[in-house]
């Protein structure tokens, strides 16, 4: 089964048009991000059901153990890439409440505008790449 496109964002959308003196996460902004996020999760959501379409439709009692043991890795490994997806999903929904919310946008540590290409690149970003960068250094050190 082909691997979802974790670039969805990145390659399925016409990237926004900023205009000469335009406020930055006006309503024009804020709905082209929201709907990139809509696609996204919609697109998460039928990769979804298309595994476990796949999982019941698959399912062999194969004879050969090297056979059976092929059979549950693919399907582990489908399981663990559903299961980052589904984190994904719930880090989607928390990007859309903060649309909701007006908080969009900003960085979380210092409040400053995160940027709407960084954002177009990177649409769940909660983080400017300053302090992005910064966090980056501090795990490095700590070794998280």
């Known amino acids: 089964m ?3 496109k974790k ?10 048009e900023l205009k000469a003196g335009e406020e930055y996460m006006n ?8 709907s990139i996020l809509q ?5 998460l959501m039928e990769e979804v059901d298309r595994t476990k379409e796949h999982m019941q439709t698959e399912v062999n009692n194969y004879a050969d153990p090297n056979d059976r043991a092929s059979q ?14 589904r984190k ?11 649309i909701d919310s007006g908080d969009y946008g900003f960085c979380k540590a210092c409040g400053v505008e995160i940027g709407i290409r960084r954002l177009e690149a990177r649409p769940t970003a909660d983080l ?10 501090k795990e490095k050190q700590l070794g998280v």
Not at 7 to 16: D, G, M, N, V
Not at 72 to 85: G, I, P
Request: glycine fraction near 0%; include cysteine.
């Open 72 to 85: 549950e890795e693919e399907f582990n490994l489908e399981l663990r890439t559903r299961d980052r997806e």
């Open 128 to 137: 400017c790449i300053d302090c992005k960068t910064l966090a980056e250094i």
């Open 39 to 43: 696609n996204w999760k919609q697109e």
């Open 2 to 4: 082909p691997e979802t």
């Open 88 to 98: 994904l999903i719930k880090k989607i929904e928390k990007t859309i409440d903060l």
């Open 27 to 34: 309503d024009a902004q804020l709905e082209h991000f929201t």
């Open 7 to 16: 670039e969805f964002a990145l390659s399925s959308f016409t990237p926004y």
